[in-house]
């Protein structure tokens, strides 16, 4: 794509671009910091988690309380990512379709999980929810739990991410407008018909990349989790919290092997994201709608 | 007629969405943040500000935003740099190292932590290197610096990419014709076109560095009054069954970090009123 740019570039004038030493230097620096801070990291999980065989790897995976562990974390993930990627159609149809007083300070809000500390989001559940929050005696006197249960954990991703959905929503679909809907609309179909056949495919991509991500953060989340967990292993720990038991035990073959899982999430969500981002770029008129309008 | 609250529209559904957004929004965001700030209410006010001055509190905040603040730094000269080699240099390995860019967002951060923990330690793959020069990093300040700097390390790279990606070359070009060097046009030309977006990413990771745990805890040491940061010190609080402590931290933090969301608001602002004059 930018082709002609460059050619252009290199034709009409050579101090359009640095010298030959100095890109390589430059690249060289950029390549080793990333080096240093990713890649040696990703390679190390691996190494450590085989580091004393594939049998012993086998053994942390298929223990009881590591796959109780990914079950934990499957089910957190599987209520919170739904219900945030409804919230986040929902918000996005309201704020990028229409114009009301207020909106400015309802994307921040939304944006508000994104700048509380995990462990800040943990402890707003203790409050309300624990033993001595405000709900507590109620809850007690019910029988239900919420704190160190999984009520907790689901509530505490949920929280965590809450913004994810929206925010890649909302100014995607302020750059589409909704001039495509009116049409639809007058040419008589339902509000619900427009959206689903207009509005949705327009999205489609956008919508992916913000539930990889959210999906990421669901399963991966540790702080927030951390402090509603109480760590009873078998019962609520997720996978991030079952690798903290492990390596505080000094069980580190178990604790990276279990981590491996989770870096395989981590690279894998880092591939879809990719695969999808290029989809996004590959649908000419869906992002570029600000620049040509 | 268009409502004083909102705009005259031919598309449906503005009260269902609106409506849902603000429930959930309230149940999920708002009511349990309200719940922290009414429990700091009925604190009193030596409850409030003393724990907050507490030697070991104010230990804690030095070291979290102390920390936080180099580790923001490190991340805006070498995100530009990232950003920069990414969207002007071409390389073997291109695509990967700009997939890879994102795996501090997607690598759980208890992963982040003891990977971290396990490289830095004296016998580690690289504190094997550092230990004989006399640096040591896992299980001091300097270990939280490493694991924020990971963990910040996107955002800087991923809110200058996008500005350097449209930046018009045509200005480029013309301040080369008209006899600046290389050099000038970086200084003169793209760096100020950057800047808004570098100090947005500078907030962002700065912010994010502030409250992050899970990668922290791991190779921090948590000694306290030197290694112990401030997210941790709630956790301890709590453990311990000191609900008001822990609320009086809790709000203190949730104060800052609203004040740098406020300063990202602004930055942002004023950012677009540069670029759509």
Known sequence: MSDPSETFTVKSSR????????????TGLALGFLTLFLVIPLVFVFVQALAKGFSTYWTAIIEPDALAAVRLTLIAAAISV????????????????????????????????????????????????????????????????????VPGIVLATIFITFPFVARELIPLMQAQGSEEEEAALVLGATGWQTFRRVTLPNVIWGLLYGVILCNARAMGEFGAVSVVSGHIRGLTNTLPLHVEILYNEYNFAAAFAVASLLALLALFTLAAKTIVESKIRHHPGKTTGKTEG | MSSPFKQRSVLPGFGLTLGFTLVYLSLIV?????????????????????????????????????????????????????????????????????????????????VAGITLAGLYSPNGWIGRFLDPVGIKVAYTPLGIMVALVFIGLPFVVRTVQPVLEDLDKELEEAATCLGATRLQVFVRVIFPAVLPALLTGFALAYARAIGEYGSVVFIA????????????????????????????IATGMLLISFMILLTINLIQRWNRRHIEP
């Open chain 2, 221 to 248: 040491g948590n000694m306290p009054m030197i290694s112990e940061i401030t997210p941790l010190l709630i956790i301890t609080k709590l453990e311990q069954y000191d609900y008001a402590g822990a609320t009086a």
């Open chain 2, 30 to 110: 708002l009511i349990p943040l309200a719940g922290l700030l009414l429990k700091t209410a009925t604190l009193s006010w030596d409850e409030f500000f003393g724990t907050l001055t507490s030697p070991r509190v104010l230990a804690s905040f030095r070291l979290t935003f102390g920390a936080a603040l180099i580790a923001a730094l490190v991340n805006a000269v070498f995100g530009l740099l990232v950003a920069w080699v990414l969207v002007r240099y071409s390389f073997p390995g291109k695509r990967i190292a700009d997939a890879l860019v994102d795996l501090p967002f997607a690598l759980p951060t208890a």
């Open chain 1, 15 to 26: 101090s359009l671009t640095e010298p030959r030493a100095v890109r390589w230097l430059l």
């Open chain 1, 82 to 149: 739904p219900l945030n990627l409804v919230f986040g159609v929902a918000a996005s149809w309201a704020i990028a379709k229409f114009n009301f007083r207020g909106k400015a300070l309802l994307i921040t809000l939304i944006d508000l999980p994104f700048s509380v500390s995990p462990v800040i989001a943990g402890i707003i559940f203790i409050l309300l929810f624990g033993r001595q929050g405000w709900l507590g005696p109620w809850l007690a006197a019910h029988d239900i739990k919420i704190i160190f249960a």
